[in-house]
């Protein structure tokens, strides 16, 4: 403010990103799912290496920053299911994308449980 006082909202206030949210923090039920959706684009954010290693049937690749800068790209009538190495970093661009207007939603678990998932 003015007189130099903080004001108690900031100070209250939390940043989330991929690297600062938690798990507990990223369960909310209307971001994560243990199911691919139906009809939905599937976007493998890992990095370049573990995509070619393994990714998830039709999946394609994404580099995080660019999903974010490219989202006025994408079809908001589409449905969206994203994932990535730990899980963290997908529970986020979901939300962000959620909140962008999108049918988005994050596995919850990284790649290698989703993988175990669609190979059982």
Partial sequence: TRDGSVDRSALARRVFGPCTITREESRESYVLTSEIPRDAVVFDCQPPHLYRAWHAP??????????IEGLYRLDKQRTYFVYCTHGSQA??????????GYDAYAYDGGAARLRRTLET
């Fill in 58 to 67: 039709g999946a394609e690749h994404r580099d995080p920053g660019d999903l």
């Fill in 91 to 100: 529970a986020y661009l979901a939300e962000l994308m959620q909140r962008s």
